[in-house]
T-cell receptor
């Protein structure tokens, strides 16, 4: 079945630094990848939709200069949290699929803690 | 953004009991999906429903796509401790589109 690998699973960084999170589709080509943020005991909040070879589409209220998304290949998308602050601490999850997909495969998530 | 209305928000049941949860939407979806999320993990797809009125089973799980295309339910029969987790419904308008999620149902099972 479709497998999506997300790395790292946990990361702690200092305020002001940048952190990169990778999302890879291991056994299929993903023309579309989605990035979510999840607060404790809350649902998934879509941050942006990433299409291979084009600029990501960000949801309202999500700062594109703070959350940089790159989808340079059909198997890899990255989310970079720039100049991280403690309020950026959260659980970030990616999902991947294609234009034919009903439902998507999710990565295992990244727990980001900014200190 | 839009979110589906999912209920109940949480359930605390005895092992062996049956569980039912549902989602409603003010707008139509052409696909309904049910996911389970374990702590510290990403959601895993349990059941996908593609046609209004469709009833689909996956082991002890049964889900139905409402005839109006604005709702769906998930039943879990004879619950076991490993059913513990958060269950999310999601609607999708068409293939390749984003998913709209419900608020989740937190299930706790007492052995």
């Amino acid at each position: 079945g479709a497998v999506v690998s997300q790395h790292p699973s946990r990361v702690i960084c200092k305020s002001g630094t940048s952190v990169k999170i990778e999302c890879r589709s291991l056994d299929f080509q993903a023309t579309t990848m989605f990035w979510y943020r999840q607060f404790p005991k809350k649902s998934l909040m879509l941050m942006a939709t990433s299409n291979e070879g084009s600029k990501a589409t960000y949801e309202q209220g999500v700062e594109k200069d703070k959350f940089l998304i790159n989808h340079a290949s059909l198997t890899l998308s990255t989310l970079t949290v720039t100049s991280a602050h403690p309020e950026d601490s959260s659980f970030y999850i990616c999902s991947a699929g294609g234009s034919y997909n009903y439902g998507y495969t999710f990565g295992s998530g990244t727990r980001l803690t900014v200190v | 953004g839009q979110q589906l209305n999912q209920s109940p928000q949480s359930m605390f049941i005895q092992e062996g009991e049956d569980v039912s949860m549902n989602c409603t939407s003010s707008s139509i979806f052409n696909t309904w999906l049910w996911y389970k999320q374990d702590p510290g993990e990403g959601p895993v797809l349990l059941i996908a429903l593609y046609k209004a009125g469709e009833l689909t089973s996956n082991g002890r799980l049964t889900a139905q796509f409402g005839i109006t295309r604005k709702d769906s339910f998930l039943n879990i029969s004879a619950s076991i401790p490993s059913d513990v987790g958060i269950y999310f419904c999601a609607g999708q308008l068409q293939a390749g589109n984003m998913l709209t999620f419900g608020g989740g149902t937190r299930l706790m099972v007492k052995p």
